[in-house]
């Protein structure tokens, strides 16, 4: 790996005995993991107890991870791990049925709807997932140019501050300061979506 | 926004990218409380670039929320990691390898990344117990006396790791040597060392 993970002080922190770090990593992750093993395993009931053992079985690891890829590459593996796992469980339990067994196939569409009422998920909370998504692109539209090119570069193309900095022809602590305050305006639109307080920051 | 939250948004804004120093990864980290205000600004951010990225990943942090407290529970029963040195790379720390004096700082955590390697390899393959009071050098003692205070705090994990009484890992160890492996092409003087061992070979060749 050659480029900086952003990562790295959470990582180290955690190694270093700050649970709170590692809980940091969690959060910013849970999201795309759960979506990983949603892709691999049909049962999405069984989602969200795979990821807790993801991050377990992570946090348990993370004295041992060096850096030689991202953190989240490697994060990533311990998932596809675990999820391999858990149908290899499922596969010597004799109450489970063979729908249940058989890995999630995307052009299924009938499963695909089922699995999307199955998981808890009631029609409302789809609306409310996909009111958040249109109010994080509608804020994105009334960004100013700037604020908008600096998160896109940051969020979507993924390049680092310094990199930004030499695109947007300006100092470093200028993309710092832009990303932010693209990330908090779009924040406020989403507050009320998400049940989060005006104070409640810090 | 007070001027005050605003400084520590921008500040967990910044350890979202990775682009925060090590002071105020600290003091961030040490703020942060499971369902707290600088948990609701983080979950925003990083729900923000997850549905930039990808629109099905704009779930509800109530889910999100209820996942962390489980968790939370779990990660309580597990013992204590303490495993440190750092061992990624980020862009913090590649910042600090390019200041003039990071080069000297290198060089003297060279030398004190051998002085510790001197102490390692002088330990009995028999030996199960790594002997703290031994130093050779300031370098060195300093570890040891890290070693110490490791070692007295309730449940932490030794730092170095060792099976059949033989050391296997060593984490502060690992650090000293990639801080000295990273300027491995210079010298004490300055000059590149691949330059002096072709001046002594070219020496030993006449």
């Known amino acids: 790996m050659n480029a900086p993970d952003a990562d790295a002080a959470l990582v180290d922190r955690t190694k270093a005995g700050d649970v709170k770090a590692f809980e940091m990593l ?49 994060l990533y593996r311990i998932a596809v791990n675990s999820a391999k796992k858990a149908l290899m469980e499922l596969k010597r339990d004799p109450t489970v049925t063979e729908s249940a067994l058989a890995a ?18 009631t029609p409302e909370a789809l609306l409310a997932s996909k009111q958040i998504a249109a109010a994080v692109n509608s804020a994105m539209q009334t960004l100013s140019e700037e604020l908008r090119q600096a998160i896109t570069l ?49 | 926004m007070p001027d005050t939250l605003e400084h520590e948004a921008e500040q967990l804004s910044a350890l979202a990218d ?18 707290g205000p600088a948990h609701a600004t983080w979950h925003a951010y990083h729900l923000i670039g997850d549905v930039l990225r990808s629109e099905d990943l704009a779930g509800l942090p109530r ?19 303490f ?7 980020s862009s ?14 290198a060089v003297a955590a060279g030398f004190g990344a051998v002085a510790v390697v001197l102490i390692v390899l002088r330990e009995p393959a028999g030996d199960s117990e790594f002997r703290a009071e031994k130093s050779a050098g300031p370098g060195a003692s300093a570890v040891a006396a890290n070693y110490s205070s490791a070692a007295s705090r309730p449940g932490s994990a030794p730092q170095a790791l060792f099976a059949d009484g033989r050391l296997v890992r060593d984490a502060r160890l690992d ?32």
């Open chain 2, 175 to 206: 650090r000293y040597l990639d801080a000295h492996k990273q300027f491995s092409g210079v010298s004490a003087l300055g000059v590149p060392s691949t330059f002096l061992r072709g001046a002594t070979s070219d020496a030993s060749n006449r």
């Open chain 2, 18 to 35: 990775g682009e925060l120093d090590p002071n105020g990864v600290a003091r961030t980290c040490a703020k942060w409380q499971a369902r």
């Open chain 1, 154 to 202: 940051r969020e979507i193309e993924g390049l680092s501050y310094e990199e930004i900095a030499e695109l947007m022809n300006c100092p470093i602590g200028t993309v710092r300061s832009r990303i932010f305050r693209a990330r908090e305006a779009i924040a406020q639109r989403l507050r009320p979506l998400l049940g989060t307080r005006e104070g409640d920051r810090w």
């Open chain 2, 83 to 89: 495993a440190p040195g750092t061992s990624v790379r």
């Open chain 1, 26 to 74: 969690v959060v910013k992750y849970q999201r795309r993991i759960e979506r990983l093993i949603g892709r691999m395993v049909r049962d999405v009931d069984l989602v969200p107890d795979i990821a807790q053992e993801t991050f377990i079985r992570a946090y348990r690891a993370i004295p041992q991870f060096r850096g030689e890829s991202a953190f989240y590459t490697w």
């Open chain 2, 92 to 105: 913090a720390a590649v910042g600090w390898a390019r200041k003039p004096w990071a080069a000297l700082s």
């Open chain 1, 104 to 121: 999630r196939d995307d052009d299924d569409e009938t499963s695909r709807v089922e699995n999307e009422l199955s998981d808890g998920e």
């Open chain 2, 63 to 81: 889910r999100d929320y209820v996942c962390l407290d489980t968790l939370r529970e779990k990660l309580a029963r597990e013992p204590v990691i």
